[in-house]
């Protein structure tokens, strides 16, 4: 089963989707406008897969 919830990008402030596919136990997050995408476990909040452009790592 999959819910579908609207939300605000993080990355952008732009419209974007929210994916909770329960199953696997995962959210997905993903905004078309910036291309973010963020995957995260809905047990554990773990991050599986994340992109987000002009969103930079410290090293």
């Known amino acids: 089963m999959q819910v579908i919830q609207a939300v605000r990008c993080p990355n952008c402030g732009n419209h974007a989707e929210r994916f909770h596919i329960q199953p696997d136990q995962l959210t ?15 047990k554990t909040g773990r991050v599986i897969e994340a992109y987000a452009p002009g969103i930079y790592a410290r090293r």
């Open 28 to 42: 997905r997050t993903q905004c078309g406008d910036c291309d973010y995408l963020m995957i995260t476990c809905s």
